[in-house]
């Protein structure tokens, strides 16, 4: 009986192909050396010549480097791959990894590959639950702006992105992102959830602050938040999302 040849890479859906890279990044991440093609195929229960071709676009975005390994006997040296830089542990349980990393991965490589605009659908729930988040007696007085930068870097300690002000208060780094591989492979999504996030939250303290973007740059560089003042809250952050890759 005649095998089943592997299906051409091209019609393999976006939304899989990207849910692969995730996994390729962190498979080269968490590995101690250096990795064959055959071996992350192997691990991941991919074909090699899909791997080769979701490597070969990880690499076209800086995120992944190939090398000759020492030769081993006779014929060609063989290529290994890593990753360009090391990214904040995953967490894991005893059945793999978290189930939130999980979920991330699924939704941001499904809303980055079926929808128009998926920054905007990313925003958009950021800022629900960045607003759920904020509990707030409807009968308190609005925030201040200390209040509202407070609040900020509680919010994103809590989440695990390391925040830190500039003196002038108008710049927010985010020195951490617990979800770098997600980030690095779909940032108009993952990123601009967290944009989302922290206007929703400011809304709903109703601090006179606004988030107007969310520069993402990749490990281990931090990424940047820049808030301005505003002179009243309107009942809602404005829309649009700004996030992306410097």
């Not at 890279?21 to 090699?48: D, F, I, M, N, S």
């Not at 979800?179 to 601009?192: L, Q």
């Amino acid at each position: 009986m005649e095998s089943m040849a592997e299906p051409p890479v091209d019609d393999v859906s976006a939304r899989d192909a990207g849910a692969s890279r995730v996994a390729l990044l962190k498979a080269l991440r968490t590995a101690r050396q250096a990795q064959t093609v055959q071996e992350l195929a192997a691990a991941l229960g991919l074909h090699p010549n899909s791997v080769r071709f979701h490597l070969s676009r990880l690499a076209a975005h800086g995120l992944v480097t190939e090398t000759q390994a020492p030769p081993a006997g006779r014929g060609r040296p063989r290529l290994v791959y890593a990753a360009t830089e090391p990214a904040p542990a995953v967490p894991t349980s005893a059945s793999g990894p978290h189930g939130h990393q999980l979920l991330a991965t699924a939704l941001s490589a499904h809303l980055a590959h079926t929808v128009p605009h998926p920054e905007q659908i990313a925003v958009d729930a950021g800022t629900q639950q960045g607003r759920a988040l904020v509990a707030r007696d409807p009968a308190a007085p609005p925030a201040t702006a200390e209040e509202g930068r407070a609040l900020l870097t509680t919010l994103m300690r809590d989440q695990g992105f390391g925040p830190e002000w500039d003196p002038d208060g108008e710049r927010l780094w985010l020195r951490t992102c617990p979800f770098r591989p997600e980030a690095d492979v779909e940032p108009n999504v993952v990123c601009n959830v967290h944009l989302g996030l922290m206007r929703g939250a400011l809304d709903a303290a109703g601090a006179p602050l606004e988030v107007t973007s969310l520069d993402a740059a990749p490990a281990p560089h931090p990424c940047l938040a820049m808030v301005r003042a505003v002179s009243e809250r309107i009942g809602r952050s404005r829309p649009g999302g700004t996030a992306g890759r410097r």
